[in-house]
């Protein structure tokens, strides 16, 4: 562990990565700003990309979506690359309920990827929903709705059982979030259970968190909540993903790893599934030095 002032590795990337976003807002062209009651909002395009950002006290700007205009169904956010792992616990979901809109990277991923899903979206910000389909075309369809609510509300009125849940809804830091901002009716170990009772025998939840001092309280959460967690972490990016799962157990490595192998062969998504197993296995190899408890229920603690 480092001592003070003496950054680790990850805080180090963590830091390059905010500049190099930094540098890419300011070379990139104002096409919208919105202020709605939970977020600052901005749309910004440079080169062939589209982004939108959240902007919080004193200008500092949170990327939240990016998209390729040429290529909008191919992920362009690596947290994003990541949360797709929940893929490899639950192949072939046929339900899934998406909490947290942005743009609608994933909503694109998916529509193109699984036509057959069936998508629900779930987004508390109108502005938002509204700029989604504006600037990034995304939208309802046959077979994806999106609902402008509460996701507590939502998950408390809905009949609806999902293969797999994507959580990935933040705001601004405020009094109603946690500090990295997430909205603290979302962590609520109420809620997890509730989510929890909406997925389908053998489901899969997928939260992605943002790094920081709330981290390890949040996976301690889900891990009490849900019988195993997986946790990933993107090598560029500070966030971190854990991937719940409601049966016994995670599947043996070795079955992740023909899933991941097969989904590479399929198609090319710009990613690679694999690729993200290497990386949560090299996480477990650093845990398990540091000395990780816990380690039958949390394969990955993170450090």
Do not use: W
Request: net charge negative.
């Amino acid at each position: 562990m480092a001592g003070p002032f003496q950054p680790t590795v990850r805080c180090v990337q963590c830091v390059l990565a905010a500049f190099a976003l930094l540098l890419a807002s300011c070379q990139s062209v104002l096409v919208h700003e919105a202020r709605s009651p939970f977020s600052h909002i901005q749309i910004r395009d440079g080169s062939d990309r589209r982004a939108m950002y959240f902007i919080g006290e004193g200008g500092a700007a949170t990327l939240e979506t990016l998209i390729d205009l040429r290529q909008p169904h191919r992920l362009q956010h690596r947290y994003s690359h990541t949360m797709m792992a929940g893929l490899l616990y639950g192949p072939d979901p046929r339900a899934v309920l998406l909490v947290g809109l942005g743009g609608g990277a994933i909503v694109r991923f998916l529509n193109h990827e699984y036509p057959r899903m069936q998508l629900d979206v779930v987004e508390i910000d109108p502005v938002v929903v509204a700029l989604a389909r504006e600037y990034f075309g995304t939208v309802p369809g046959e077979r994806t709705r999106i609902f402008t609510e509460d996701a507590v509300e939502y998950v408390r009125r809905t009949d609806e059982r999902y293969d797999l849940i994507l959580m990935d809804a933040h705001l601004m830091p405020s009094a109603q979030t946690n500090a990295t901002g997430l909205p603290l009716r979302l962590a609520a170990q109420a809620f997890l259970v509730n989510l929890r009772e909406h997925l389908t025998p053998g489901g899969v939840a997928v939260f992605n968190l943002i790094e920081g001092r709330d981290t390890r309280a949040s996976i301690g959460l889900i891990g009490d909540t849900f019988p195993a967690v997986d946790v990933y972490r993107s090598s560029a990016a500070g966030n971190v993903i854990v991937v719940a799962l409601t049966g016994g157990g995670r599947p043996p490595a070795n079955e992740l790893r023909e899933r991941a192998q097969a989904l590479d062969r399929s198609a090319d998504r710009g990613f690679s599934f694999e690729h993200l197993l290497d990386e949560r296995e090299n996480l477990e190899k650093t845990s398990n030095a540091d000395g990780a408890k816990n380690a039958e229920k949390i394969s990955i603690l993170y450090e």
